[in-house]
């Protein structure tokens, strides 16, 4: 197994022009991190010379390891090996650009948020943004893959490779794109050296559309509202001046900005009070005569990434294609049963998330004390957890009391794709991905009828 510095590798996540980062495992307590390593390209090196990218390296580590944020990745410690620096960080399994299911192809459309959830991870990166700029940091990449989402759903600021620290100088050839397409002003496309906060605000503004909308602005007369329902002018109006061309029209910091998002936030809460307080316009889910469901297969499979969409039946996002209604009764023993199924589901699940290899154990231990009376609970297929799904709920779904706990929003299944990765189910979102046993999870165990 190799081996960086006393660092073990157990794979890789990502490589850019100035560095590589690996995902690695702490020696003795067995902790998972991100270690970034400067590996710059050699065409880079000779544009720009080895000791100023190491410089610019180290001062990256220092400005991290000086800040001290709840929305911010923190920086664990520094080091060398073979004569390369490189320095750790915490780790996370999801970022908001995997969650959203966006791609290298970002004309492509992606998934859209909640407008909760979008107002729930708003906030934090404007904090994490605030706190850079107060900082002299302007980050000069922000994007949904530089958003990491940890275990309880806060959000984590993280690659400042780009970032243009104050007093800070990087020497860079001038055809060297700094940003990524779409979310990078236009001032910093023409010079990136001379952009201050309000570069930040309008990627900020980008990637909002972004979640609530599934797309990315396309002109002026593109309103957001066109594409999300629930949408009204006043999100138009915060996201045009968010995202404006000419800077002097943005909000002027990241405060002004977090403030005008809560007033959005009052205007949609108040919103959804005077839509409960109304007859709902259509019967409650769950209460729908049951679509014919096709039996649900119980037995463990493992299916590669290419194979997943067709095995699962999902669309070009990884969602259900086609969707049951189920009919749900709550029992008074912590289960829930869906009658269109036959299946007898946790209400609540584990209380806390856990690697695949736990969520094992959990399930044994569900059965050792006969849990509601049984002993023949399981990891549930990624059939059988898809037909917990519904469509996008009508905005009179928001009033009707969920059957089951609402935080335990990523699910294991039993399925797995390959031999140290398994598929689970973001039941908030509605999608299907992967990720390797490590990552944490909750569990909602299942029982046939």
């Avoid at 929305?71 to 999801?94: H, K, L, R, S, T």
């Avoid at 800070?168 to 779409?182: I, W």
């Amino acid at each position: 197994m190799r081996r960086i510095g006393r660092y073990e590798v157990c794979g890789l996540l990502g490589k850019g022009g100035m560095s590589t980062v690996y995902k690695v495992r702490i020696p003795v307590i067995g902790k998972i991190a991100a270690l970034k390593l400067l590996a710059p390209h050699p065409h880079l090196v000779a544009l720009v010379g080895m000791d100023g990218i190491r410089r610019r390296f180290e001062s990256e580590a220092l400005a991290l390891g000086r800040l001290r944020h709840a929305n911010i990745v923190g920086i664990w410690d520094y080091g060398e090996a073979g004569g390369q620096p490189f320095f750790i960080m915490e780790y996370y399994c999801n970022n908001l650009g995997l969650v959203i299911g966006e791609t290298y192809r970002l004309e492509h459309p992606s998934r859209i948020l909640s407008l909760d959830k979008t107002l729930h991870y708003g906030r934090q990166i404007l904090a994490a943004l605030s706190c850079l700029h107060q900082a002299g940091i302007v980050h000069r990449d922000l994007k949904p893959a530089n958003v990491l989402l940890t275990d309880d759903d806060r959000v984590k600021l993280c690659d400042f490779g780009l970032s243009r620290l104050r007093g800070e100088p990087f020497p860079r050839p001038p055809n060297l794109m700094v940003g990524s397409p779409y979310y990078a002003a236009p001032e910093q496309e023409v010079d990136p050296d001379s952009v201050d906060a309000r570069a930040d605000l309008y990627a900020m503004g980008v990637l909002l559309r972004r979640l609530v909308t599934g797309r990315l602005g396309m002109g002026g007369e593109d309103r957001a509202s066109g594409h999300n329902s629930n949408l009204d002018s006043r999100w138009d109006s915060f996201l045009g001046r968010a995202a404006a061309p000419d800077r002097r029209d943005r909000f002027g910091s990241a405060r002004g900005m977090a403030a005008a998002l809560e007033q959005i936030s009052r205007d949609w809460e108040a919103r959804k009070a005077e839509t409960c307080r109304l007859p709902p316009a259509r019967q409650p889910l769950g209460q729908e005569r049951p679509a014919e469901v096709p039996s649900l297969r119980n037995r463990a499979i493992k299916a590669g990434s290419r194979q997943g969409p067709e095995v699962f039946g999902l669309d070009e996002l990884w969602r259900p294609r086609r969707y049951f209604a189920g009919d749900f009764r709550e029992n008074e023993d912590g289960t829930v049963t869906d009658r269109a199924t036959g299946l007898t589901w946790e209400r609540d699940g584990s209380d806390f998330p856990m690697t695949w290899d736990q969520a094992h154990d959990y399930v044994a231990h569900l059965n050792a004390a006969r849990f509601a009376g049984r002993t023949t609970w399981r990891l549930p297929t990624v059939a059988e957890l898809l037909s917990l799904l519904s469509e996008a709920p009508y905005e009179d779904d928001l009033c009707i009391p969920p059957v089951f706990a609402q935080d335990r929003r990523w699910l294991w299944s039993c399925d797995r794709r390959s031999f140290v990765a398994a598929w689970y189910v973001s039941i908030d979102l509605g999608f299907v991905s992967w990720q390797d046993f490590s990552c944490p999870y909750f569990v909602r165990a299942v029982c046939s009828a």
